[in-house]
């Protein structure tokens, strides 16, 4: 194997530009030739892709999102594109791919795979949803980020004696919002793996305000079918049931962006170096990830499709907490 490419797929993440250095780097140790695919997968159909130097990947570590772009392709679910794909990579004499993203992308690395084409993912997702690894790039700073706006929204909260509704993101999964709303003191959390009602979220805002706080907090995962939105409807007409004046305050993708916190910096350098190694032992269509403490290896296979799921005795944890 003498030529190497990496992508960046989906959603952003703090910590893929380290990813991208640490790949590149070790396998130049190993005297492979390495390359940029621009775009992700898109940047796969239309071969815009480009040699990667030890310099290319210079003064990226602490920087947030990706150098090598990304973008929606949903072209790439149909096989005839996914042939050209593998031509392009053939006709430049690509051996190997590593790809760094979350569900969708290691989706697309393992059909990559299943086509006969060397692949090796990265594990990368603010979420931190993905099967079987403890920890994915860029989840610690994203939680940061959001604990930060928690913690300043509580002041101003405190000052006004308000209650404030924190939509995080998470469309399909509430890590971030159970994390967050647990390190944040919220009174409750609300999330897509259990769904609270009107009125249990406005009997634990009412029960903060008659034990004499001066706020409440409510952290609400953008999946949930009750959203923040909904709740925030619902209390400006039955402001009686909450005890407090409710605000409102969507993080959005301001979680995804500036620079990785040391861990994740460290996360996705030993996972990129991990990637590179893996090819070296002639691992093909696996992941890295965390997995009990250590930096290892796992079949695609074993992993896409299928959704890690919460531990929910957390939930009843920050109940007692909230107290």
């Known amino acids: 194997m003498k030529r190497v490419a990496v992508l960046t797929s989906g959603g952003d993440a703090p910590g893929m530009n380290a990813a991208i250095r640490?790949?590149?780097r070790t396998g130049i140790e190993k005297g492979w030739e390495m390359l940029g695919v621009r775009r992700g997968y898109a940047g796969l159909l239309d071969a815009d892709i480009r040699p990667f130097g030890a310099r290319d990947v210079g003064g990226i570590l602490g920087r947030g999102g990706t150098i090598l772009g990304s973008a929606r392709c949903p072209e790439f679910e149909d096989e005839a594109y996914r042939k050209r794909a593998v031509a392009n990579l053939e006709t430049l004499g690509i051996g190997a791919v590593v790809v760094?993203?979350?569900n969708g992308s290691q989706a697309g690395a393992h059909a990559l795979f299943q086509m006969g084409f060397p692949v090796v993912g990265i594990a990368s997702t603010i979420d931190n949803d993905l099967g079987w690894t403890e920890?994915?790039?860029g989840v610690d700073t994203a939680?940061?980020?959001?604990?930060?706006?928690i913690d300043r929204l509580r002041t101003t909260a405190s000052s006004h004696r308000r209650a404030f509704l924190v939509e995080v993101m998470g469309r399909d999964c509430g890590y971030l919002a159970l994390m967050a709303g647990i390190a944040g003191g919220a009174e409750a959390i609300v999330?897509?793996?259990?769904e609270l009602t009107h009125e249990e979220i406005a009997h634990a805002i009412r029960a903060a305000h008659l034990r004499g706080k001066t706020h409440g907090l409510v952290v609400v995962a953008e999946g949930a079918k009750?959203?923040?939105l909904h709740l925030f409807e619902h209390f400006q007409k039955h402001k009686d049931e909450v005890g407090f004046d409710v605000r409102m305050t969507t993080l959005g993708?301001?979680?995804?962006?500036g620079a990785p916190g040391a861990f994740d910096r460290l996360l996705a350098t030993r996972f990129g170096a991990a990637a590179a190694e893996a090819l070296e032992r002639?691992?093909?269509g696996v992941m890295v990830g965390l997995s009990k403490g250590k930096i290892q290896t796992a079949p695609l296979a074993e992993i896409v499709g299928r959704q890690k799921p919460l531990d929910l005795s957390l939930l009843d944890l920050a109940k007692v907490l909230a107290k």
Do not use: F
Not at 191 to 194: D, T, V
């Open 22 to 24: 640490a790949v590149v």
């Open 100 to 102: 760094i993203g979350g």
């Open 135 to 137: 920890m994915t790039i």
């Open 143 to 149: 939680l940061d980020i959001a604990l930060e706006s």
């Open 191 to 194: 999330i897509p793996e259990r």
């Open 226 to 228: 009750n959203s923040a």
């Open 253 to 257: 993708h301001v979680q995804r962006g």
């Open 282 to 284: 002639g691992e093909r």
